[in-house]
């Protein structure tokens, strides 16, 4: 889980882990309002019906593997991280179908002279 946490969400989990941090004290109502505020974040209340190419699904169901979770989790994923600006793209293994190759790109090639 660490390997996945950018360098603030590591330097906050060794805050957490050293003591540092500390709660503040809220009163019901708000911890109360809190909750609530968590809750429906994590809500998932909406379906939501896309038409993909077949190319693509099979190259977002591939990245999915990769990232050991499932591919309708993955897209949900993408697009929190898109509307909250937070998208940073990092390049698969794999090349894409749209690409024209379905070959696996070995991490040890190198570029072509």
Sequence with gaps: MKDKLDQ??????????????????TT??????????????LLKNR????RLSNADL????ER???EGIPYQTLIASILHKY????LVESPSRLATRASGT???Q??????PA
């Design 28 to 41: 019901v109502s708000d911890l109360e309002k809190y909750r609530h505020v968590a809750r429906e974040t």
């Design 58 to 61: 099979m190259d977002i169901q």
């Design 83 to 86: 509307i909250s600006g937070r």
């Design 102 to 104: 379905i070959k696996k």
């Design 47 to 50: 379906r939501v019906n896309i």
């Design 64 to 66: 999915a593997l990769e």
């Design 8 to 25: 603030y969400e590591r330097d906050i989990l060794a805050a957490y882990e050293q003591g540092e941090l500390k709660s503040i004290v």
């Design 106 to 111: 070995r991490e040890t090639d190198e570029p």
